[in-house]
């Protein structure tokens, strides 16, 4: 079904999930020499990529950094750190999502799973592109134009763009988005949208649109 990188330095965790996940029919690359984790993403161009924080050599946040640059493949932390800062700092590096050793394995694949739907298959509009005021998203690359300059954008950022310009000159509520993102919000810190509408808003702003997105304060955030 899908290719997907296991880079944690835990033999025995790492074996069980990619057995979990061969499973589901899923391709399995585990990463065994952790100091030079990019050359065997490029190789196997995975589309997930499962990693731990706590990485002899770099930790996982170095890599996450090397690896978007380079893509904007959906990664999850697995991690035992469970501080805000660590959780935020994933985000603020285009993790897509963070889940705290120990954890089910169940409940491992199971997000994994749903990521994988959202992120191959949620382009559902006729019109691979929507445009506004100037501004063109363009759903199936992930960018975002305007006056001739482009930027591209995570998943997570690309789905919550979307939304606000789907529903254009209408607010959208914070839990709506939330909803958009994980599918339900109960299990969702309410900082990590704040956290990813911050990081479009900076991008936006480099192709110069200041004031793109607005927010109502108590209700959401409105594109006029």
């Not at 893509?71 to 660590?86: A, K, Y």
């Not at 930027?151 to 607010?171: A, D, G, P, R, V």
């Not at 109960?186 to 927010?215: A, M, P």
Request: net charge negative; glycine share 4%; proline share 2%.
């Amino acid at each position: 079904m899908f290719k997907i990188m296991i880079i944690e330095d835990d033999a025995s965790l790492k074996n069980q999930i990619g057995d979990a996940l061969s499973k589901w029919g899923h391709s399995v690359h585990k990463i065994e020499d952790l100091e030079n984790i990019l050359s065997e993403f490029k190789s196997f161009d995975p589309q997930l990529v499962l990693l731990d924080i706590n990485l002899p050599f770099y930790d996982g946040f170095h890599w996450c950094n090397e690896i978007r640059k380079i893509s904007t493949v959906p990664i999850v932390f697995i991690s035992s750190r469970d501080s805000n800062m660590d959780v935020i700092m994933g985000v603020n590096l285009g993790a897509d999502d963070y889940i705290q050793k120990p954890f089910s394995i169940d409940v491992l694949i199971a997000k994994v799973n749903a990521l994988l739907r959202r992120t191959y298959n949620f382009a559902d509009d006729s019109s691979d592109k929507i445009i506004h005021s100037g501004v063109t998203l363009d759903l199936s690359t992930a960018v975002v134009s305007f006056n001739e300059q482009s930027i591209e954008l995570t998943k997570n950022e690309l789905k919550i763009l979307h939304e606000l310009m789907k529903y254009k000159s209408q607010i959208v509520s914070r839990d709506k988005l939330m909803k958009k993102l994980w599918d339900s919000d109960w299990f969702v810190d309410d900082n990590t949208l704040t956290v990813n509408v911050n990081r479009i808003r900076s991008k936006l702003r480099d192709i110069g649109l200041e004031e793109f997105i607005e927010t109502k304060r108590g209700l959401g955030y409105i594109i006029l």
